[in-house]
């Protein structure tokens, strides 16, 4: 059966609605009992668990270090194309919009590794926009494969694939593969997704399934934040980690959270989440998932990403460009999104070592996967 198959949107809402009356002690024995069920997880949503945030936000530090160490893994996304055949209300890159197209030439994505490899950066997450023509499979793995003679450790963030090219991939030397969801409520999805193959929800969401089946040691996944209800997003995205643990056992299992930031076309998200709930969503991603790792992109400002880092991030990028050449040629191409923290890469593994984490650069033995989707940065 796939994820598909088994996910019940009335059971999710259903689930979030009597958390809605859950007790203090009963967030708490949920917060302490290292892997509770997804009924018991839910409690950790609740308005009574708003008011433990502070406790929460401990226990979930405390279960990272348990876990991970005081290790921070480094990544930066590699765009490789902004053209796409997509419209999705949200993006940068969505079909129409006034900007400037560009795909990189095999000889400028080496040109955007090695300058990536120069400033530290070992493990590479190459970012494209969803267009067959200008990013076929057979362009990707060569991509891949040209990026893995410069990176140790190289992912994908691309447009959901059948398993044939995913085992293209990986013959390539593809570690991992990361895709959101975007949103997990289908009439949500609907809505923000109006053309183009990426229209297509249980496709997309039943992805990861398929990468794993052809052997990706890493799935990273998420929902972007802002398109739906923060904690109807939060309860699915457990449930969709704790189906690729159980049935994609081989693949280890990676989260992200990114937050909508102003793009090309203007979108407001319609649910916006602010800091507190922010917090609270990694805190409840962490109790309930204690091995997952999770991801932390340069879509928050600095302050705060140095204020999460001990709340169960295990992956942060930086020193990020969200357009392609943008490392060499920045202003060559139009951007995914803007983003908040502009700090070097040199500069954030600085402050993680103030902050007392060792920032590793270079770990593709162990290292988690980034965040999935149209969240890269």
């Not at 194309?81 to 030439?105: A, D, H, Q, W």
């Not at 979108?267 to 609270?280: L, T």
Request: aromatic content about 8%; charged content about 25%.
């Amino acid at each position: 059966m796939r994820f598909s198959q088994s996910f019940s949107l009335d059971y999710t809402r259903e689930l979030l609605q009597r958390s809605g009356r859950a007790s203090r002690d009963a967030v708490l024995a949920a917060a302490v009992s290292g892997a509770p069920t997804v009924e018991d997880a839910a409690t950790l949503l609740s308005p009574a668990a708003d008011g433990l945030l502070e406790e929460l936000a401990a226990l979930a530090h405390r279960a990272t270090v348990a876990r991970f160490g005081r290790t921070i893994g480094m990544f930066a996304p590699l765009y490789l194309s902004n053209e796409c055949v997509c419209t999705c209300t949200y993006c940068g890159f969505s079909m129409g919009l006034p900007i400037k197209r560009r795909t990189l030439r095999i000889d400028e994505v080496v040109r955007e590794a090695r300058t990536l490899a120069s400033r530290g950066i070992r493990n590479i997450l190459l970012v494209s926009a969803e267009h067959p023509k200008h990013v076929n499979a057979e362009y990707v793995a060569l991509c891949v494969r040209e990026t893995k003679l410069i990176a140790p450790y190289v992912a994908l963030e691309i447009a959901a694939a059948e398993e044939p090219d995913y085992v293209r991939y990986v013959a390539a030397g593809c570690d991992g593969v990361v895709l959101y969801q975007e949103t997990y409520d289908p009439e949500s999805y609907a809505e923000h997704h109006l053309g183009g193959p990426k229209k297509h929800y249980t496709s997309r969401l039943d992805a990861p399934e398929r990468a794993s089946r052809a052997g990706m040691r890493h799935l990273g996944i998420g929902a972007l934040l802002g398109l739906s209800d923060w904690r109807f997003e939060a309860l699915a995205l457990l449930q969709h980690a704790r189906w690729l643990e159980r049935h994609c056992w081989r693949s280890q299992i990676n989260l992200s959270l990114p937050r909508i930031n102003p793009a090309e076309g203007g979108y407001s998200p319609k649910h916006p989440v602010n800091d507190r709930d922010f917090v609270h969503i990694l805190a409840f991603l962490r109790l309930a998932l204690p091995t997952a790792g999770i991801a932390l992109s340069t879509r928050e400002l600095p302050e705060l990403r140095d204020q999460l880092v001990s709340l169960g991030v295990t992956l942060m990028s930086a020193g990020s460009s969200t357009e392609p050449g943008g490392y060499g040629e920045p202003g060559a191409a139009g951007e995914q999104f803007e983003l908040e923290d502009l700090r070097t890469p040199a500069q954030v593994a600085q402050r993680l070592r103030e902050l007392g984490y060792d920032p590793v650069f270079k770990d593709w033995e162990v290292m988690a996967v980034p965040h999935a989707g149209v969240a890269a940065g």
